[in-house]
């Protein structure tokens, strides 16, 4: 064989052979709760305007409050006054969701006039919750973190007393399984560790399964709604002043706390203590949700109800270095929004993990000033009769415990559902609608977009001469997000301005057959003159990933893993806009129509694509293969995506990419109404094809 001859075989056999994999930051271990997450404050105000929608917009999604569900009457019920000489204490429970309880106690001040600044005060992980009882507290008071032996027994108590007794109506309200609040009961909210089989079913799930993460159900969203309802009871109070509300809780209530100041505009005063800090972002299943702190953290969440009012104390916990490690930006941020002096951290770190009298005296010299009580200052918290268990419990003198368990947790679960799913159909009216519920529901779970694909550039490693066409196989390196994949432009030399980017599940080595020889229908694309474009995607090549890569901490939760890294569904599709990105922007061949090829098992990851670029791709060919997210059993699939279920499945993404062209094998009639009715809608019916099955070679080559 002569060696020119020998050599061009030698490049041909080599085309596709994966090559060593570029550095790639995904590589790495995935983040998790424990690691560092700094907060770098905008350049100006614009930016951190926008910054800050897209932020709130990532914890409505995450929470399972896009749409906002159903404000439904809560027929709140409040009894047994307990007169305590300057306040009183109410028992009240209401209905979140229909048949859905939230309790706790209702603190009045007495002997104040008109209406009057109103409190929430979630518990956190305090030991029985409201119901606690601080056995440690003859301790405490030698350290100097209590005063009273009696108060002292109850920090949470002891707080809500003194906001009362400075004018304010307080309601201390129980967290998911603590105290009277038992329908989804303590070890299932707080405990979860291993998946529920027969909780996993697409007729009926139950927390935590694969089921609820694909319609974003958590016990953090439930605790958010639960918390944004309890602020809906206060604004009914005629004694409330709705202008001068606040929040503050501590630890898991810290963390509530700051979620509330994020989402909900009508807290004027926000006081998570013990929690904000760059360090451990809270580590119970309450406090954690698929997608929830993807590229944030804590302090830039606890950032957004600037320039409003927010105070902080910090303890020798995992807040010990905010002094240096998130609160000066957030001082920065405040001074870049003129109010400086809205925002403040106690540092007491000589105390361990805490609520104590040092840590709520700052918290009442912060609403003092802030809610304007107009007090004398030093406020000196005093003693107070501590109420017991059987005076707080909410389920007595006639008012029966409601009925909870795995039966009315699937109800609950699908009330919940249902609601978002009615209001996310009634989009499908106008493509705008569509958009702007579901497609933005769908932009926040993948997590990018066209116009944040970022930069890329071609590194090439290989250009083989095949007569008729060029194999020039690269890595394509995204440098904005430092991501790498490795890619082959198959070129035709006689080009007819076509380039047709076709992902496969075996990668690039599925462009080639086992022989090495291209497959009969790639060959037949170079010859009609298209370039293809294949990749390896992320878990593809030569390390592949049969699943997704999950943090080991022994509990299968999947916002664990996915509240902090996206799934890998979502990394594919984040390589297919790189590659969309460097095709439409390349400098040397620009293409006259930019297509996508979704066939033999990757039509999901197409269709997920052309959702996110439907404004630069002309023309799809997409075969789902009869794939939905549905489907999924295991979170750790690597097809899972959190929230695909609820924003629609497969045929959503699939509407979404109206008007641009699309060939569709349709496997459910049903399912695909909604394409063809959009593309009708938007009036372009004629860019929608329905195809079969043995016509995909002729839709690809000859549209």
Known sequence: MPFAMASMLTCFLLAWVPLQAAEDHRDEEPRNLNGYFPFEVPASTTAWSQQAEERRQQLLVANGLWPMPTRTPLNAVIHGKLDQGDYTVEKVYMETFPGFFLTGSLYRPKGYEGPRPAVLSPHGHWNQGRFMENLEVLDEINQGAERFENGGRSPLQSRNVQLA?????????????????????????????????????????????AQAESRLQSVMGLQTWNSMRALDFLTTLPYVDAR?????????????????????????VCFPAVMVSTAMQGGCTCENASGLRIHAGNVEIAALVAPKPLGMTGA?????????????????????????????????????????????????????????????????????????????TVWSN????????????????????????????????????????????????LGRTMESAGRTELELTQKTDHATYWDMQGILHNQTHEETLQVAYLHPKEWNGRTLIWPTTQGLAGLWD?????????????????????????????SPLPANKIVDNGRAFAGYTYGYNHPLFAQRVHDLLSVIAHVKHHPDRPSKSVELVGIAGTGHWVAAARAL???????????????????????????????????????????????????????????????????????????????????????????
């Open 398 to 445: 006639g008012h029966a415990r409601p009925d909870g368990g795995e039966a009315f947790e699937k109800t609950l679960l699908k009330h919940w559902s249902d609601d978002a799913e009615s209001k996310l159909q009634k989009s499908q009216q106008s493509l705008h609608a569509f958009r702007y519920w579901v497609g933005t529901g769908i932009r926040t779970i």
């Open 514 to 542: 086992a022989e090495g020889k291209l497959t009969e229908v790639i060959k037949e694309a170079l010859e009609n003159g298209c370039t293809v474009l294949g990749m390896d995607l992320k878990g593809q090549g030569p």
């Open 316 to 392: 020798n916990d995992w807040t010990v270095e905010m002094t240096t490690k998130g609160f000066p930006q957030l001082q920065r941020l405040y001074e870049m929004l003129g109010h400086k002096e809205r925002v403040s951290l106690t540092a007491l770190n000589h105390f361990g993990h805490n609520y104590n009298y040092v840590s709520r005296s700052a918290m009442y010299h912060f609403m003092n000033k802030h809610l304007g009580l107009g007090l004398p200052t030093p406020i000196v918290e005093e003693d107070y009769p501590r109420l017991s268990r059987s005076q707080l």
């Open 613 to 703: 670029a439907h404004e630069v791709i002309d023309r799809s060919t997409i075969d789902p293969s009869g794939f939905r997210f549905v489907q999924l059993k295991d979170y750790r699939s690597s097809d899972f995506l959190h929230g695909a279920v609820k924003y629609g499945d497969l045929p959503a993404m699939l509407a979404l990419g109206t008007p641009s062209a699309l060939n569709l094998v349709v496997d459910h009639k049903e399912d695909m109404a909604m394409v063809s009715d959009l593309h009708a809608s938007a009036g372009f019916p004629e860019r929608f094809r329905q195809i079969k099955l043995e016509e995909l070679t002729k839709a690809i080559l000859h549209p």
């Open 165 to 209: 007794r400075m004018g304010c109506v307080v309601f201390h309200y129980d967290m998911i399984g603590y105290a009277d609040n038992e329908q989804i009961s303590y070890e299932l909210a707080h405990r979860f560790a291993k998946q529920r089989e027969h909780m996993n079913t697409s007729d009926g799930w139950g927390l935590f399964s």
């Open 244 to 268: 001068r509300l606040a929040i503050t809780g501590a630890s898991g209530g810290g963390t509530q706390s700051f979620m509330m100041g994020a989402l909900d505009p009508r807290l004027a």
